[in-house]
């Protein structure tokens, strides 16, 4: 982290991608994985986590690539295959064989991947807001993944994120809006998301009879009131996953970790903490 831009932390190469990451806290190691919204960073997701959860573990929290502060290669293909490869790649170079996994909405669906196809990798699994699984697309996610570069776009996404009003300001905004405007940021996201944008819901996906084999402990957290993701989808992994539990937050949209932050955290610090 700078004194100027938090949410610039420690750098690692993974795979020729200089990526930036937080690294804070000791113990079991637990890995946050952001979402895809505009401007995203792992520090503007996880701000308020990461200080509660490293009171127990060693929390790392990565830009994917393409996101945040993490180089964008010219010609990268931003699919689950280069997502998922850059994830090991982050986990090798820090010579890590086994994290648990806390995944927000696309960083979900990356989870529940990784536990599919490489499952002696994971621990334990967070999913919150998940896209793990194939749902239709709604309107506030067609909208965000649309989104153009301007503040009032950006005003407008963010409302559609939170139940809670009051965590949506001009400022924050503002903020956010810088980060999406820097050079190649909106350029790099419109690249992933180009419409028709179901065909983005769907690749992220696992298929339900992988997603029923999965055997991790898994704590499915959502939103009541989410616009981004319905609840519904949440509903449905919990009823496929063997060994998962499910927290609804009412009066809550798709920042949970923000909008219920204190709860969120300890929920979820419990969670990693609880002996089988």
């Not at 999965?214 to 959502?222: G, N």
């Not at 009412?250 to 219920?260: A, F, K, N, S, V």
Request: proline residues 6%.
């Amino acid at each position: 982290m700078t004194a100027d831009n938090p949410e610039i932390g420690a750098t690692i190469d993974v795979n020729g991608i200089s990526t930036n990451y937080h690294d804070t806290g000791s113990g079991a190691p637990v890995l946050l994985l952001h979402g895809s919204g505009p401007g995203v960073s792992a520090w503007a997701n996880w701000r308020l986590t990461m200080p509660v959860l490293a009171k127990r573990n060693r929390v790392l929290a990565p830009d994917m690539v393409g996101f945040g502060y993490t180089e964008r290669p010219e010609g990268v293909a931003y699919d689950k295959a280069t997502w998922q490869a850059h994830i090991l790649g982050f986990l090798d170079g820090l010579g890590l064989d086994r994290v648990s996994i806390v995944g927000n909405s696309y960083g979900g669906g990356l989870a529940m991947a990784l536990a599919i196809s490489h499952p002696d990798r994971v621990d334990k699994l967070v999913l919150m807001g998940s896209a793990a699984l194939h749902f239709e697309i709604t309107p506030a996610l067609d909208e965000i993944w649309g989104l153009d570069p301007s503040v009032a776009a950006m005003r407008r996404a963010l409302d559609l994120f939170a139940w809670d009003r009051s965590l949506v300001s001009d400022e924050l905004a503002q903020v956010r809006h810088r980060a999406f405007a820097r050079p190649g940021v909106h350029e790099a996201y419109a690249a992933m998301f180009p419409p028709p944008r179901q065909r983005w819901v769907d690749a992220m996906a696992s298929d339900p009879a992988d997603v029923a084999r999965v055997r991790h402990e898994t704590l499915v957290i959502h939103g009541r009131e989410d616009r981004v993701v319905p609840v519904s989808a949440s509903m449905e992994i919990f009823g496929l996953l063997p060994n998962a539990q499910l927290h609804v937050f009412g009066r809550c949209g798709h920042w949970t970790q923000l909008e219920y932050a204190d709860q969120f955290s300890r929920l979820v610090a419990d969670f990693l903490a609880a002996s089988r």
